[in-house]
């Protein structure tokens, strides 16, 4: 039996070739995935072990505020006071101690433009200058010093390199403090690379770095050396008995490397689940094709395994072959996909690259976990999905091997329409308890999964007069050929929603995030116009909400000291907890929020906020936890707990397109240490044109290369670019599943050519040229492709209304639909159809009319 | 009559012809002489049987008289067109406007109802039927109210009656019929081959038909004997018993 199954299957090496190229696809998306993730993850497990390497000890605040959301190690805390130093110092088996800063520091080329992608890219820090080797993993080039007086700096070799600076240059560098000019003494390497993982680099002596960051006489952390002979454990132990302090935190060295390997660990996981789900939607289309592919060659090789049964193969064994087939192909996939993911990792990486996120990765990284969840997957897939025509094969009767095979398919049966309605409100209602109730995400990703299945098990029911409607014009436009296409595509409707049903999966996910970023981006079209008085915003462009980097409150400063300016406030974004729970929030100038923000004020005024230990909230937020003017919250900063009063209670929430909750400047400045500006709102006083002000606005951002400056259009197309980057990567990244759909189109045609062979053989000889043959095949691709097409769009329309009304109180306000986009989606996917019938057509074509006519 | 049947050739004009030729399937030693230089004429308007025990080439000689098959050497004409020397477009065209088909079974395009299949080969061309030969035609094979008909509710007899009205719609030089009544029970098979009959007799269509059942022949004006890819025998209106006669004469 499985030596019939190898030559069967070498027999057919198109079938099979198809099939596989099909998990193929899914399986090297996925260890493609894998490997890059890995990748990455090695390379930041190494960067930290260097980073490192040489210390033994740890010593923090223990206090601490970690993000649900943003970059690697986004986990903010309080300072040390400098004067443990010389405690820790002191400690017996300590060698050496130092204090550590590092923030963000940008620095500028001698075009006068931020060096990397400010917002987007790799971060650019800043640090003191450690004078011990042992503690310093930057390594300064021959030629160099360290960094000694107040204006010296040293840079990474990279960021030299990119803008041609050299040793004696004058660098200007932005950070929290004024835009200052700093003398090059070094260029310095990280190890052996020139940068640390793409991020740049500015090394300052102490004094001066804490002057920048605000520091005073204080450190982030201080790293400890141990003697010789006194383990990182022992070191531990006796700093802790030293300092005596629950304040503080002490950390052996490989504590602290574990820490960071983790906090990036788990910053990069939401990038390692996005890219899976992706490669796993690509899969799941895949298992449309393979269930198809064996389901048509099950019905075409009936009287073969009729033969089989009557010469006393058992159903059993009928049904093994197909599975063996299934396991082969399942396994030459995996093995060939995996092979490609690993080449795939690279492109993958070039891809994203590609859209702006620069990640870092050293060498290809191929896991034991890799392979064998690849092995495993793909031959999974394989066989699930060879199982129903499997069991089919089992079933056929000996008796069928006498006669003629039949493979038009079912008219449909009620009990199909049921379950397949069951399914899918099965799926609506898992969706809906992700979105609207408490079931989580999850929830979500399974009820879309479902009402795909739902959809595949309706299909036959609606593919027949569904395609009878779409083939319509083509029957009416193009005579015979479209006739033709539009029967054969009615001629079997399950073979055709199968088809259909893989694009459908891919266009559905096209459409709701089409419609979701249309939606998203008229969203906050409608807010900056309801809620935004302010004439401009400068921003550092990029993911600025929350992100890294800023510029400093001297900007804010000067903009307010223009006489052009009327009103002007300074915006951040940070999270806190407030009364337990961690959430957004805005910290602004209170005196000015009135004139830049309609923030409908309720309750209490907006300088009230102006007093220490003050905030407002939103409304919505204000009932929900019963607060009123002078409620006391509790606040989790960084730093420590504090209560702040409630001063204002205003209309304009998250969901109108401000923020639920909002302190002042002030305020903030007690809690963080970073002290970045991340947005600057700007309203002109009256009687100054834009023109006028624009010209002031832009000499005050001369010396502030990373800041933008925005009017509300402006800002609105920067939003919409934003999110049109996100949606421009996330289409590429489907866009794998549509390929695969067109290899299941392809592989449809092809088969059903090959059983309609007599077929058309007749029409060739009845006079039908080549060119129309070829027509005749294309439409009826087109008609298949546009089937799957709006199938999807259906789907997609549902799911990004369903997604879009339970962000409502996210700021999502608006559902709209983009007509023009979606219209555009629905030609691609006809030319989908072209495209995928050329081989078809192609092989049609080039029949033997002779041997089509006389074909046994 | 009418203008349609003025339309077709006089009798005595040649509608198909061959010209020494010659087909050879594979090559070396396992060449097989499967015509060997036949030279023969088709005259319009008559129904001529093609026979000969299976394996002599007639329905070698049929193929590549239609077109279907290339000689290896020799020509073919239809009418005025050399079709041995013509490109597959140009043979396409040949076989859409000068050709009717009958073959043995699988006549018929499943999807297309009776109607849609007959005028299958003017649809293909983008032509509009002429209505009253069509009219004629259809009443001729008898299948007036089946039209809307798909060939899966047609039976054997029915399909083939449409596989000629087919074949008769375009108004061809010739038809070319392979077996047509191989797979038919006798009382069906006489219908069909009446339908031929009529359809020379009434419309001045040209038959060539291919066929190993002496009573088939004996609906023709004429048939031709082939043996070993040579013609070894003519006889002009056979009649069943004439040609089993024959046969017997030849050693079948």
Redesign the interface.
């Known amino acids: 039996m499985a030596r019939f199954t190898i030559k069967g299957l070498l027999a057919h090496k198109l079938r099979f070739a198809l099939t596989a190229l099909a998990v193929m696809l899914g399986v090297a998306f996925m260890s493609g995935t894998m490997v890059l993730t890995d990748t990455i993850s090695r390379t930041f497990d190494n960067l930290f072990a260097d980073v490192n390497r040489g210390t033994d000890a740890y010593v923090r605040s223990r206090q601490s505020l970690s993000s649900g959301f943003g970059g690697p190690a986004r986990r903010q805390r309080g300072r040390v006071p400098a004067s443990l130093v010389p405690e820790i110092q002191s400690v017996d088996g300590a060698e050496a101690a130092q204090g550590n800063l590092g923030f963000y520091a940008q620095l500028v080329d001698k075009k006068g433009d931020a060096i990397g992608s400010p917002g987007q890219g790799a971060p650019t820090f800043g640090f003191n200058w450690v004078p011990n080797p042992k503690l310093e993993p930057y390594r300064i080039q021959p030629g160099g010093h360290p960094p000694q007086e107040p204006d010296d700096v040293v840079i990474d070799a990279a960021s030299a390199k990119d803008a041609g600076f050299k040793v004696g240059d004058q660098v200007d560098i932005l950070t929290q403090a004024p835009p200052h000019r700093y003398q090059i003494v070094g260029i310095a390497k990280f190890g052996d690379a020139d940068s640390a993982a793409g991020s740049t680099a500015a090394l300052f002596t102490t004094p001066t770095a804490q002057v920048i960051t605000g520091a005073g006489d204080q450190f982030n952390s201080i790293s400890v050396v141990a003697k010789g002979g006194v383990s990182q454990e022992t070191l531990k132990t006796r700093i802790t008995k030293k300092l005596n302090d629950k304040t503080y935190q002490v950390l052996t060295g490989a504590e602290i490397t574990k820490e960071n390997q983790t906090d990036i660990q788990n910053a990069l996981s939401f990038f390692n689940i996005a890219m899976v789900i992706f490669a796993l939607i690509a899969l799941f289309v895949g298992s449309f094709i393979i269930f198809n592919t064996f389901s048509i060659v099950v019905a075409q090789r009936v009287r073969e395994m009729a033969l089989l049964r009557a010469i006393g193969a058992s159903g059993r064994q009928v049904m093994g072959s197909v599975l063996t087939e299934a396991v082969l192909v399942g396994l030459f996939a995996s093995l060939v996909g995996l092979g490609a993911g690993i080449v795939l990792s690279n492109a993958l990486k070039a891809l994203i690259n590609a859209f702006g996120f620069d990640i870092p990765a050293g060498g290809t990284v191929v896991s034991a976990q890799t392979v064998i969840v690849a092995l495993l997957v793909g031959s999974g897939v394989t066989i699930l999905s060879a199982i129903v025509p499997a069991r089919k094969a089992s079933r056929v009767p000996p008796v069928a091997a006498m006669r003629d095979v039949a493979t038009e398919g079912r008219p449909h049966s009620w009990r199909r329409v049921l379950i397949g309605f069951g399914i899918t409100g099965l799926g609506v209602l898992s969706l809906f308890a992700g979105l609207f109730g408490s079931a989580g995400i999850q929830f979500v990703g399974l009820g879309a999964l479902i009402v795909f299945i739902g959809v595949f098990v309706l299909g036959p029911v609606i593919a027949r007069p569904l395609s009878d409607a779409i083939g319509w014009p083509a029957a009416r436009l193009r005579g015979i050929t479209g006739t033709l296409a539009r029967d054969n595509a009615m001629r079997n409707p399950r073979r055709t929603s199968a088809t259909a049903a893989a694009l459908m999966i891919g266009v559905a996910l096209v459409g709701f995030i089409t419609i979701f970023a249309a939606s998203t981006k008229r969203s906050i079209d409608v807010q900056v116009d309801r809620a935004f008085k302010a004439d401009y915003v400068i921003s550092t462009g990029g993911f600025g909400g929350g992100g890294f980097g800023g510029f400093s409150p001297m900007l804010a400063d000067d903009v307010a000291k223009l006489p052009q300016v009327g009103a002007s406030s300074p915006l951040r974004f940070n999270e806190a907890e407030f009364d337990g729970s961690q959430k957004f929030f805005t910290a602004l100038q209170p005196q000015s929020a009135n004139d830049l923000f309609d923030l409908k004020v309720e309750d209490g005024r907006v300088a009230d906020l102006g007093q220490p230990a003050t905030l407002a909230v939103s409304r919505a937020v204000a009932d929900d936890h019963n607060w009123r003017i002078g409620s006391r919250v509790p606040v989790g900063f960084p730093n420590g707990t504090t209560d702040l009063t409630v001063r204002m209670i205003y209309g304009s929430g998250t969901k109108e397109g401000l923020s639920d909750y909002a302190i002042s400047i002030a305020t903030y400045n007690e809690h963080y240490t970073n002290q970045l500006d991340q947005q600057e709102y700007v309203k002109l006083a009256p009687g100054v044109s834009p023109a006028e002000g624009r010209r002031a606005l832009d000499r005050v951002l001369k010396a502030y290369p990373n800041a933008e400056l925005q009017d509300r259009t402006e800002f609105k197309a920067a939003q919409a670019a934003q999110i049109n980057q996100l949606l421009g990567l996330i289409y590429a990244l489907l866009f794998l599943a549509v390929v695969i759909a067109l290899i299941g189109i392809a592989n449809t045609l092809a088969l059903s050519i090959y059983e309609r062979t007599r077929e058309l053989g007749l029409l060739r000889a009845v006079g039908m040229s080549r060119r129309q043959l070829r027509s005749t095949v294309r439409w009826e691709s087109v008609i298949i492709a546009l089937l799957g097409t709006f199938l999807g769009l259906a789907i997609g329309l549902f799911f990004g209304w369903a997604v879009v009304e339970a962000l409502k109180d996210e700021g999502i306000t608006e559902f709209a639909p983009p007509g023009g986009q979606l219209l555009l989606v629905v030609i691609i996917g006809g030319i989908a159809g072209v495209i995928a019938a050329i081989g078809p057509a192609r092989r049609a074509a080039k029949l033997d009319v002779l041997r089509a006519v006389t074909h046994e | 009559m009418t203008s349609a049947v003025a339309a077709q050739p006089a009798a005595g004009t040649v509608a198909v012809r061959a010209e020494e030729v010659t087909k050879i399937y594979g090559t070396g030693d396992t060449a097989v002489r499967a015509l060997n230089n036949v030279t023969v004429e088709f005259a319009a308007a008559h129904y001529t049987a093609i026979m000969g025990p299976s394996g002599s080439g007639k329905?070698t000689l049929l193929?590549c008289l239609?077109g279907?098959?290339r000689v290896t050497a020799g020509r073919v004409v239809i009418g005025d067109i050399d079709i041995t020397a013509s490109s597959?477009?140009e043979l396409?065209?040949v076989?859409?406007?000068k050709?009717g088909?009958v073959?043995q079974s699988?006549?018929?395009?499943?999807?297309?109802n009776a109607i849609?299949n007959i005028t299958?080969?003017l649809?293909?061309?983008?032509r509009k039927p002429d209505k009253s030969w069509l009219d004629r035609v259809i009443s001729t094979v008898g299948l007036a109210d089946r039209l809307t008909h798909r060939p899966s509710e047609l039976s054997g007899g029915q399909q083939q009656r449409v596989a000629v009205a087919?074949a008769l719609a375009s108004r061809p030089q010739v038809i070319f019929a392979d077996e047509p009544t191989g797979n038919l029970d006798s009382k069906a098979s006489a219908e069909i081959l009446g339908f031929m009959r009529q359809a020379v007799d009434e419309l001045r269509q040209t038959i060539v038909m291919v066929t190993h059942d002496p009573v088939a022949a004996g609906y023709s004006d004429r048939a031709v004997f082939l043996a070993d890819g040579q013609i070894v025998a003519e006889m002009q209106n056979p009649t069943a018993d004439t040609v089993i006669e024959r046969q017997k004469d030849l050693g079948e």
């Open positions: 329905s193929h239609a279907l098959d597959e477009k396409t065209i076989r859409r406007d050709i088909f073959f699988y006549n018929l395009i499943p999807t297309l849609e299958l080969p649809s293909l061309a983008g087919r």
